[in-house]
């Protein structure tokens, strides 16, 4: 089962730029999208026309702000999967920024989500959905859930996650207080894969600034992630960035497990 996450920077944006094609050849079993800052009936008939020909789709706009954050949620038809928009948490939901899908015991929370912003003016509300967030995770967790949680998480957990730590100390992304907000994921039953089974590599980004040929030159950042249940960790066949794919100032990055 492959699962993708991606940062698309605006849907219609991207369409411009071969999404239909990539789709077609990464061929994933389940997709979540991030910042598709449009609404459904927005999208040219005939793209919605070949999407929903091969997959059921949550389309999870922003109802705060038009143009602003949603996420999307694809899955392939007849896969059995189920969709809910959100979390429970007014203000989070109302940005249009977590879906949650069903299939059997599996859970896969996945979306945008906030972040710092300039200033660091939105740290109080990205702490609180941390918080909100990792107890999420320890009721499903309970309950026997098996969850994988995707997304652009806009933090980088460790030094090693971006290529110029020391400069972006006190810079959204990469506060204390961000990065406690990751580990409590981690302390709620989450691993990070990737991380573990490349541990001490650097340059696996998958965020890069428009700025000063940044992506060219890979002074990136990782913080586009999936998380899963310890119970799922030895049925990961790969978790994978694809740096390669253009079209967004963000790559896909993606998770396959094992039936």
Not at 23 to 28: F, G, R
Not at 158 to 179: H, S, V
Not at 205 to 233: C, P
Not at 245 to 256: A, E, K, N, R
Request: glycine share 10%.
């Amino acid at each position: 089962m492959k699962f993708i996450s991606w940062n698309v920077n605006g849907f219609r944006a991207v369409l411009k730029k071969g999404f239909m094609e990539w789709l077609e050849a990464a061929d994933p079993d389940i997709l979540n999208l991030q910042e598709i800052r449009c609404e459904w009936d927005e999208i040219d008939l005939d793209v919605r026309k070949q999407l929903e020909a091969g997959y059921d789709i949550c389309w999870f706009p922003s109802a705060a702000k038009k143009g602003y954050a949603g996420s999307a949620t694809l899955s392939r038809r007849g896969d059995g999967w189920t969709h809910a928009k959100g979390l429970g948490l007014p203000d989070v939901d109302a940005e249009g920024r977590m879906i949650v899908s069903r299939n059997g015991d599996l859970t896969f929370i996945a979306g945008y989500f906030p972040n710092a912003s300039a200033g660091l003016v939105r740290l109080g509300f990205k702490q609180k959905f941390a918080e909100d967030l990792a107890k999420i995770l320890k009721a499903r967790h309970k309950k026997g859930e098996q969850l994988v949680l995707a997304g652009d998480m806009n933090v980088a957990p460790e030094e090693i996650d971006l290529a110029r730590p020391k400069d972006n100390m006190k810079n959204p992304g990469f506060t204390p207080e961000e990065r406690e907000g990751f580990r409590s994921y981690l302390k709620a039953g989450m691993r990070d894969v990737l991380r573990e089974r490349n541990p001490g590599v650097p340059g696996l980004y998958s965020w890069w600034t428009a700025r000063g040929g940044a992506r060219a030159k890979n002074v990136g950042w990782r913080i586009d992630i999936f998380l899963v249940s310890e119970g799922l960790v030895d049925r990961v066949e790969e978790a994978a960035i694809h740096a390669e794919v253009m079209g967004s100032d963000h790559c896909p990055v993606s998770l396959t497990l094992k039936a």
